[in-house]
T-cell receptor, first 117, second 110 residues
Framework: GAVVSQHPSRVICKSGTSVKIECRSL??????MFWYRQFPKQSLMLMAT?????????EQGVEKDKFLINHASLTLSTLTVTSAHPEDSSFYIC?????????????FGNGTRLTVT | GESVGLHLPTLSVQEGDNSIINCAYS??????FIWYKQESGKGPQFIID?????DKRQGQRVTVLLNKTVKHLSLQIAATQPGDSAVYFC?????????FGTGTSLTVIP
C-alpha cells in the first residue's frame, strides 16, 4: 500500500517553455502532498505543501508564480514549472502521507528529472 | 532553523558486516523520526520510523536507536548486502514539516 506515482520520470524542455509534473496517490487519498527539489549529491529541499481544494503553501525563497501547484483532487497534485530556465534543471520529487496524522511517514514518488536546454 | 546533520558523508562496509549510520538533530521539540533509503535516480524509500517516546525500534535487519539526551539518531543494518548500497537520510518531524539531513552514502564491498 501507500504508492505514490509520479509522471513523467524524465523530461527535457527548451528554455522558456513550461513543464507539468503529475503526482498521484494510487491506493490512498491525500489531502496534502509535498513537493521537494533535489540537486545532485544533496538533500531534499521542501518547495511547497500542496493542499487539496486550497492554495499551496510555499517555502521561503520559492517563487509561487514560477512553480505552480494545483491539487484538484484527493489523489492528484501537479507542479508546473513555468518559463523554465537551465537553472531549474533538477530532480523534483513529490510525497504524501497515507494518513492525516502528522507522525506518519511520507511516501515518495520516484521523482522527475527535469533538464532545461 | 532546525537542522539535521549526519556525522559521516560516506561509509564503506564489507558485505556481511553490520553498518551503523549516525544522525544528529538540533530541535529538541521534534518527536518523530524516519530513516529513508534513496537509490540513484529514485525517490526516497521508507525504512523505519521511531517516535520520541521510544529509544529503540527494530525492523527486518534494521534497528533505529534514538538518544534524546544528546539528540542523536542511528540506523543499524545487520549483515549488510550489496543491495543496501544507497544514500540514507534521516528526517525529523515537528508538526507538519519534515527536515532532511544531508545524507550518508553507503557502499557495500562484495
Amino acid at each position: 500500500g501507500a504508492v505514490v506515482s509520479q509522471h513523467p520520470s524524465r523530461v527535457i524542455c527548451k528554455s522558456g517553455t513550461s513543464v507539468k509534473i503529475e503526482c498521484r496517490s494510487l491506493d490512498f487519498q491525500a489531502t496534502t502532498m509535498f513537493w521537494y527539489r533535489q540537486f545532485p549529491k544533496q538533500s531534499l529541499m521542501l518547495m511547497a505543501t500542496s493542499n487539496e481544494g486550497s492554495k499551496a503553501t510555499y517555502e521561503q525563497g520559492v517563487e509561487k508564480d514560477k512553480f505552480l501547484i494545483n491539487h484538484a483532487s484527493l489523489t492528484l497534485s501537479t507542479l508546473t514549472v513555468t518559463s523554465a530556465h537551465p537553472e531549474d534543471s533538477s530532480f523534483y520529487i513529490c510525497s504524501a502521507r497515507q494518513t492525516s496524522a502528522y507522525n506518519s511517514p511520507l511516501h515518495f514518488g520516484n521523482g522527475t528529472r527535469l533538464t532545461v536546454t | 532553523g532546525e537542522s539535521v546533520g549526519l556525522h559521516l558523508p560516506t561509509l564503506s562496509v564489507q558485505e556481511g558486516d553490520n553498518s551503523i549510520i549516525n544522525c544528529a538533530y538540533s530541535n529538541s521539540a521534534s518527536d518523530y523520526f524516519i530513516w529513508y533509503k534513496q537509490e540513484s535516480g529514485k525517490g526516497p524509500q521508507f525504512i523505519i520510523d521511531i517516535r520520541s517516546n521510544m529509544d529503540k525500534r527494530q525492523g527486518q535487519r534494521v534497528t533505529v536507536l534514538l538518544n534524546k539526551t544528546v539528540k542523536h539518531l542511528s540506523l543499524q543494518i545487520a549483515a549488510t548486502q550489496p543491495g543496501d548500497s544507497a544514500v540514507y537520510f534521516c528526517a525529523e518531524n515537528k508538526t507538519t514539516q519534515f527536515y532532511f539531513g544531508t545524507g550518508t552514502s553507503l557502499t557495500v564491498i562484495p
